[in-house]
């Protein structure tokens, strides 16, 4: 995947157990503090977000998508920058997501994709 920018800790939400652990073993191996969440109201419930880091959030999942998450994060000032993992998006969840201030990468995911994706969140200006 390439190296971490810095070390970051990342926040990653998806609902499927074996994606979870592969992309946390990969982001880790890269040298990434990750930290796992099967849905989007268990990292919404969360009282403290760090300062820094990533959000790499699936669009798909149970309840609350991984969009309208970051919408809701965004309504309580929550500036991390975000990464929505998707398949085909469309012009509704594109627009959307600019609006948020969302970078969207597309499956099937390489990892030197996601890599680069996450350092240049990582090195962008805060959105919003």
Do not use: W
């Amino acid at each position: 995947m390439g190296t971490a920018v810095r070390p970051a800790p990342l926040l990653l939400v998806d609902d499927d157990p074996a994606v979870r652990t592969a992309l946390k073993f990969a982001l880790e191996i890269d040298g990434y503090e990750v930290e796992t969440f099967p849905d989007a109201e268990s990292l919404a419930a969360c009282p403290r977000l760090p300062a820094e880091g990533c959000l790499v959030v699936d669009l798909q999942l149970p309840g609350m998508d991984g969009l309208e998450l970051v919408e809701v994060l965004r309504r309580r000032a929550v500036r991390l920058p975000a990464l929505l993992i998707t398949t085909h998006p469309n012009a509704q969840v594109r627009s959307r997501a600019k609006a948020a201030g969302v970078d969207i990468v597309e499956k099937p995911l390489l990892a030197e994709t996601l890599g680069e994706a996450i350092n240049r969140a990582l090195t962008a200006p805060p959105p919003g």
